[in-house]
């Protein structure tokens, strides 16, 4: 048993174990939420069903003992099932259930871990997890069926969170967006789109594009929006978060656009008629690293950042705006120096 309990909590859903509380236990009851949504495996069968369906070795005179203490601590996480599948919006009945095997599971921690209670506790809470469909089924046809008899009402508003709260220029992992009604704080199933981007296909969300409580893959990439000088700056794009019956809730990603600081060497003063030696440093503003873009003199491209490069001016032409763009999309334009 020592071996299998990892195994089981590796296969826990994704910021299951640092996640703050992802169904707010100030929430406001519906009267529509049904009755008896999670009534699990009978318990005269539990451990048999533990053993033979999910390879648990649950002990019946343990449950026997534990019986119903179960039901009472179980009991919370049961309602909020039940009033998540009065909400409208929430037409599957799984959405209600897949975000609380985690505070079913968390439910162990009354017992120290590496105990003998805590494991069968644990292994408990996953069978009768993974017991209520059957219940949950029949639950969510009846509170939606209840929800459905009501007027509409007008659209409501929706509360967003996304988790990491905070991430960095070159995170490439997967984000979660929860949505809850601002209202009543019940979680709402919700379809989410990220303002100009594709988004791939999320890794867990049953409907296979990214949903609400469902992680979803992300690597950082900026939006272009042109700006007063003319050139570009990036911006961390938009989610967009829509439900049937609620108002389109947006947020920003919560990652900042990188800056660079760039000057020119000699300065701008220096230059003079004819070929100009010149070199256009570029560095991250908080790093000081170097940064590749592109140098500009006009519409003319002289080269790379941080390399010596040859700006000829003839004659009697008047100097170019001098500029940089970035070659991977990580930084906005910045102009060096103004045209004559």
């Not at 003992?65 to 179980?74: A, G, I, M, N, R």
């Amino acid at each position: 048993m020592k071996r299998l309990l990892p195994a089981l909590l590796f296969a826990l859903p994704l910021f299951a174990q640092t996640q703050p509380e992802i169904f707010p236990s100030d929430y406001t009851p519906l009267p529509c939420a049904a009755k008896n949504v999670c009534q699990s495996e009978a318990r005269v069968d539990f451990a048999r069903y533990a053993a033979v369906h999910r390879s648990l070795p649950v002990r019946q005179e343990w449950v026997d003992k534990h019986w119903d203490e179960l039901t009472t601590v179980f009991a919370p996480i049961c309602t909020k099932i039940a009033n998540c599948m009065a909400i409208r919006a929430n037409t599957d009945w799984y959405f209600c259930t897949d975000f609380m095997r985690a505070d079913f599971i968390a439910t162990a921690d009354r017992y120290p871990t590496g105990t003998d209670d805590h494991d069968q506790w644990l292994m408990s809470a996953l069978v009768w997890y993974f017991g209520l469909d059957k219940a949950a089924i029949a639950g969510h046809k009846e509170a939606q069926a209840c929800a459905n008899a009501e007027p509409p009402g007008p659209d409501r508003d929706l509360t967003l969170r996304i988790n990491p709260a905070k991430i960095g220029p070159d995170y490439t992992g997967n984000l979660v967006v929860y949505a809850v009604d601002a209202e009543t704080h019940i979680p709402v199933m919700a379809s989410i789109q990220v303002e100009g981007q594709h988004l791939d296909p999320a890794n867990d969300s049953p409907r296979g594009y990214a949903m609400s409580f469902y992680k979803f893959p992300w690597n950082v990439t900026f939006n272009a929006v042109p700006n007063a000088s003319g050139h570009r700056d990036l911006v961390a794009p938009t989610v967009i978060v829509n439900a049937p019956g609620y108002h389109t809730a947006t947020m920003t990603m919560p990652v900042d656009v990188p800056k660079v600081n760039v000057e020119m060497q000699p300065p701008v003063a220096e230059l003079h008629r004819g070929p100009n030696a010149v070199t256009i440093v570029a560095k991250d503003a908080a790093t000081g690293q170097p940064v590749e873009m592109r140098v500009m003199a006009g519409t003319q491209i002289l080269g790379n950042t941080n390399k010596p490069l040859v700006l000829e001016l003839a004659k009697g032409q008047k100097r170019p705006e001098i500029w940089v763009t970035s070659l991977f999309n990580r930084y906005g334009d910045v102009v060096v120096a103004k045209a004559d």
